[in-house]
């Protein structure tokens, strides 16, 4: 299974030393207990870590789904949070079968560091009581649960659960910062359930019982008539747990060379793990970034790193649970406060707000509706919102910007003004508003202020097309309008639509509208709402711009006001002596094109 077993071992075995105080403290977090959390760390992380898509994935119960599981407690009781997990699992397997794992790619960094730190901050406040030494106040929201427990502190202070708090926490992020490689959660946890036990320390409140072994898998608690209401909250678990599981596992390969995961085979992995866990009576559960980050640097290769650390913490539940039950939950909660300062990536989060505006307004609404809200919700909105500024940024790239009519190959200048500005002259040339030949052979001469071309730049979509396009549509004075489209990006049917809507416009003046550089792949848009069709009528489309101008020229000789040179001979205008301005008689339905 793997190339380095020893070094896999060595991993899992300091992984699993990592990971039970806070299988422990996310248990208790929970409202199921720390037998709760234990059975989840090593039922899901064994499961996952066989059937999941990435080599070095650690799973098992998280501070973000302590969060969403705490209202799910607090409505539905615990036999609710076991159906959620079966539901939840459920609908991962469903996921992978739909190869929905590489959306997580669609997911803009603002929003997940957002909503890690919004995460941070609910963990944080999760662990008031427990810190300040008072049972937990009645109430589903974090901050209103916090304020409660801080006004019953106020009236009776416990000093030896925050001291012992205090004292987890600052051990922890001291030590992570002077001896990274010393699993100092452990350390800290031992020494406060040492100097509880030595002093009698009664304000101390230990987890309390544990069974020696995991439950019998069970479906006792699955209530069938309870199914319908639990759907939304199962969806809500699902949701964190895909974004969770394949955000790991995209930081795992990460820090490595060689390895890739899976993301359909990750959510299933996930799926089969949260099917079982709640039949041994744990929570949902999901990757955990911060073990897999431990698991990496330890040096793990294979699954077999993984698979060891849920061995070990088996070992841990049946031979060392009267132990365990001593720990006092102060302790717990220094571990879980440390953890959610560790959590915020300060650095990424001051990149992310000077990035750009709408980054830093982004990263601030998922992290507040995160923490005042609901998980889900909170992703839900930071994409729903980074979409909109998304769409505001490509729709300012559209432009309509008037250029010379005859520039085939030649890029827009620096300085070219949108519509209603200065056009801009070619190099060694005049402006072919003024009559002179810019080619070299005439081909601009007498169509002065009869021609006016313009390109159209970047998107035709339903976000921008109708602005782009509006001040186009109210040309006039001039008999040829050529629109270059060339640098259309793209267009959908709102963008056919108005570009047909302008055409109908100018057409209704006596403009005449050609357009050229349509390309292939944009054509089903244009001739789905006859927008193509409306430019094909008479010749209008062309492959070049420069075709699209001598249609123009041909058209103005046609009609008597172009100079006629040999070049529109084949309009069956013969050319006049000097090259002069000559009147052509033509038939009515020509002159009028």
Known sequence: MARAPRRDLLA???VAIVALPLALGFGVASGLGAEAGLATAVVAGALAAVFGGSNLQVSGPTGAM??????????????GVLTVGLMAGGLLIVLALLRAGRSMRYVPAPVVEGFTFGIACVIALQQIPNALGVAAPEGDKVLVVAWRAVEEFAGGP??????ITVGVAGLMLAGARLRPGVPFSVVAVVAATLAVQLF????????????AGLPAPSLGFLDVSAVGSLVAPAVAVAALAALESLLSATVADGMTTGQKHDPDRELFGQGIANLAAPLFGGVPATAAIARTAVNVRTGAGSRLAALTHAAVLAVIVFAAAPLVSRIPLAALAGVLLATAVRMVEVGALRAMARATRSDAVVLVLTAVATLVLD???????????????????VAAEARVDRVHPYDDGVPELPGSQTYGGEVPELSGSESYEGGGDADGGGELAGTAGQVVAYRVEGPLFFAGAHRSLLELGEISGVRV????????TTVDATGALA?????????GRGIVVLASGIRPDQRRALESVGAL???RREGREYATASEAFGAARERLAVAGVARVDGAVAAAGVGPARGGRDVPVAAPAEEAAR
Do not use: F, Q, S
Not at 158 to 163: E, H, S, V
Not at 200 to 211: H, N, S
């Open 375 to 393: 998980l889900v919700l909170a992703v839900v909105i930071g994409l729903a919102v980074a979409g909109l500024l998304a769409l505001r940024a």
């Open 533 to 535: 069709e409306l430019l």
């Open 481 to 488: 309008v050529i629109l270059r489209m060339c640098r259309v």
């Open 200 to 211: 009698d320390l009664d304000g101390a409140t230990p987890i309390g019982a544990l069974p």
């Open 12 to 14: 899992g075995l300091t």
């Open 158 to 163: 416990n000093w030896t659960a925050l001291a």
């Open 66 to 79: 302590t969060v969403v599981l705490v209202p799910i407690v607090a409505e539905y009781g615990p036999g």
């Open 499 to 507: 570009l047909k809507d302008t055409v109908h416009r100018l057409n």
